[in-house]
């Protein structure tokens, strides 16, 4: 079973959006205990960028009159309940369900990255399900959640976002039939 997330500026879509001209994928492959991640992205600058899947999928939201349909998506997909100033022992950012990697690096404006990730699944009936949900690449670096900073609300962010920064593309995770 596979699902992709897919971003190509020639062809507009419901199912993706990016505020830079970028253009790729994230290929999911179910394996028996894992799922099998492969992204290719062309178009981003040079460095690292935060990677995360959020709550909601593009269709559910989007709004064609509406550039910033990116920030609707909801917090990191996470099947654990959050950390928060209110829950502190909640799940802190960087073991989030749908934290992946964390970060991908641009060299040269390409990125080629493939990982194996046990917290996801492509199994509908799943709790852990990423079908549906987006993808969303993000301008920073992500910190890990590691929360080291001096300025307490950027230590708070770290453990909530990882302090990405702005969401620059995002695209639906759908199923390749």
């Not at 964390?102 to 996801?120: A, M, W, Y």
């Not at 492509?122 to 992500?142: A, G, T």
Request: glycine fraction near 10%; proline fraction near 1%.
């Amino acid at each position: 079973m596979q699902a992709i997330a897919l971003w190509n500026p020639e062809k507009l879509s419901k199912y993706s959006f990016s505020s830079i001209k970028l253009k790729g994928f994230v290929l999911f492959t179910q394996l028996e205990d894992s799922v099998k991640v492969n992204i290719f992205v062309e178009g981003l600058s040079e460095g690292n960028h935060g990677i995360h899947i959020h709550e909601k999928g593009l269709a559910e939201i989007r709004d064609f009159n509406d550039i910033d349909c990116c920030e609707k998506l909801g917090g990191h997909f996470n099947v654990e309940e959050k950390w928060s100033l209110t829950h502190p022992n909640g799940t802190k950012h960087g073991r989030h369900t749908g934290d992946l990697c964390l970060n991908i690096h641009s060299k040269d404006g390409v990125v080629t990255h493939t990982f194996f990730d046990d917290k996801i699944s492509l199994y509908e009936d799943d709790e852990r399900s990423v079908i549906n949900r987006s993808v969303v690449i993000h301008k920073d670096e992500d910190d890990g959640g590691k929360g080291l900073y001096l300025d307490e609300e950027k230590n708070v962010q770290s453990l909530i976002t990882g302090n990405a920064g702005e969401r620059l593309a995002c695209a639906e995770i759908r199923l390749i039939k």
